[in-house]
């Protein structure tokens, strides 16, 4: 599969067998007919298996999928670390996973995406988010999983931005990758999933075990509705960076717009590492209005953009990310472009500023 295109891989991620539908139904069995090689719906699944197998040739690796973002990385952290260890993490990340991180007995340094670093001598693990949210800054994945390996530290990426088609960090050193794919993996703003891939089939068994043990397991619906999803991935993409493109174009010299932030632009300060490891931008950008109501009057003027704490999906959406205890400005927003005509997405933005 690696030779093909992106499209191809995603429409034809699970193989044809003939007399099989192109992608088969849930399967919502808890307790199987023993003798063959399911037993109990908490550690095995065909529905899930064809989503991982899907996901996993898409990052590069095996891939483990659980009910959330959220439950993908606390497993995973749960795996990997032990109490007295030192985690470095992104300090303009994700802020859920910093309250999730500090509150277990483990030692934490906080780095920003875009540096500089501190030393990883005695680091157990490197978790990056790149680019993050919402700031969107960029961090040179290979340069750090060097650096980490070097020092004996494991290192992982949240790339829920970019996605497994904009961006592959196992490719470039990462041991392991973790995404929502409450975003744009399923992208219809109908699921909750999440997944964790890893190039480490010793990583990959405990991963499993702990999913299996834990019963933080997805449902068989919801992970059949994001394979269902996944195939349309490649060309939701593509109108989604084209919409951010040309709100870019638009908002940059905007009066009321300040702090505009999306990697694609060549004038960004992410834009050269970005272009060095991403392989598409994707349709999030962040910019500053005056205010919260400066934000509430523009969600209150547009018809197209639709006030949501998500990304990704079809429907553009836009997040003053403040209110959730994110430490930015009142006036931040995330804004996901979705797949509507650029050119009604770009007259209502304008409309509404």
Request: with cysteine; hydrophobic share 45%; charged share 20%.
């Amino acid at each position: 599969m690696s030779e093909w295109g992106d499209g191809t891989r995603v429409v034809h991620s699970t193989p044809a067998v003939p007399g099989e539908p192109f992608l088969a139904g849930p399967v919502f069995a808890g307790p199987y007919h023993l003798g063959g090689g399911d037993v109990y719906g908490r550690s095995h699944n065909p529905t899930w298996r064809a989503l991982e197998a899907a996901l996993g040739g898409l990052d590069g690796g095996t891939t483990v999928l659980f009910p959330s973002g959220m439950a993908a990385i606390s497993t995973f952290l749960r795996v990997v670390l032990r109490p007295g260890d030192t985690v470095v993490l992104p300090s303009d990340g994700y802020f859920l996973v910093r309250e999730l991180i500090k509150g277990r007995p483990v030692r934490v340094v906080e780095a920003p995406t875009a540096g500089p670093y501190p030393s990883f001598e005695g680091v157990r693990l490197v978790l990056l988010e790149t680019p993050s949210n919402p700031g969107l800054d960029v961090c040179d994945i290979a340069v750090l999983a060097d650096a980490a390996h070097a020092a004996g530290a494991l290192l992982a990426v949240d790339n829920t931005t970019a996605t497994p088609l904009g961006q592959r960090p196992l490719e470039l050193g990462a041991d392991a990758v973790l995404s929502s794919d409450t975003k744009a993996v399923a992208g219809h703003s109908d699921v909750v999933l999440g997944h964790v891939s890893t190039s480490d089939p010793g990583l990959a068994e405990l991963l499993l075990a702990e999913r299996t043990v834990s019963g933080v397991i997805p449902g068989p619906f919801e992970v059949w509705l994001a394979h269902r999803g996944l195939g349309t991935l490649d060309l939701r993409l593509a109108r989604q960076a084209e919409n951010a493109a040309a709100l870019y174009d638009v908002l940059r010299t905007h009066p009321a717009v300040s702090g505009l932030r999306w990697p694609g632009a060549p004038e960004d300060p992410a834009h050269a590492v970005a272009a060095r490891q991403m392989r598409r931008f994707g349709g999030v950008l962040t910019f500053e209005l005056a205010g919260v109501d400066a934000v509430e009057a523009f969600l209150s003027r547009s018809r197209l953009v639709a006030a949501s704490t998500s990304f990704g999906g079809l429907h553009t959406s836009l997040d003053r990310r403040a209110q959730w205890g994110d430490p930015v400005p009142p006036g931040l927003a995330r804004l996901s472009a979705g797949c509507e005509d650029t050119a009604d997405l770009v007259a209502d933005v304008l409309g509404a500023l």
